[in-house]
Nanobody, 125 residues
Framework: QVQLVESGGGSVQAGGSLRLSCAASGRTYSIKRIGWFRQAPGKEREGVAAMDTRGGNTYYADSAKGRFTISQDNAKNTVYLQMNTLKAEDTAVFSC??????????????????WGQGTQVTVSS
């Protein structure tokens, strides 16, 4: 089993920054990919970014490229999502998820095995 706990969400004005954290515990050695997803009210969940924990490959949605950076601290079993130049349309519940494999479609939420509880990000314009 793997447990994931997100933190770092909050309210910020447009143009501001937030750093989300995803702390993993349990059988962390089995995790091969961590993804960040978000879901805004009335919208489907979408992949924002992902990172292969062993190879370091990173993946970004077009909406995140140039603004968001995913990184990891192996010693802390934590993956971060640095979000800069936030926009009102970034408002959503952000969740991290762990995949025990590394399929090509990193953005497909149904492939992930474990999920955190989510953290709210609100960007005011």
């Amino acid at each position: 089993q793997v447990q994931l706990v997100e933190s770092g969400g909050g309210s910020v004005q447009a143009g501001g920054s937030l750093r989300l954290s995803c702390a993993a515990s349990g059988r962390t050695y089995s995790i091969k990919r961590i993804g960040w997803f978000r879901q805004a009210p009335g919208k489907e969940r979408e992949g924002v970014a992902a990172m292969d924990t062993r190879g370091g490959n990173t993946y970004y949605a077009d909406s995140a490229k140039g603004r968001f950076t995913i990184s990891q601290d192996n010693a802390k079993n934590t993956v971060y999502l640095q979000m800069n130049t936030l926009k009102a349309e970034d408002t959503a519940v952000f969740s991290c998820a762990a995949d025990l494999n590394t399929p090509a479609n990193w953005y497909s939420s149904y492939l992930y095995n474990y999920w955190g509880q989510g953290t709210q990000v609100t960007v005011s314009s």
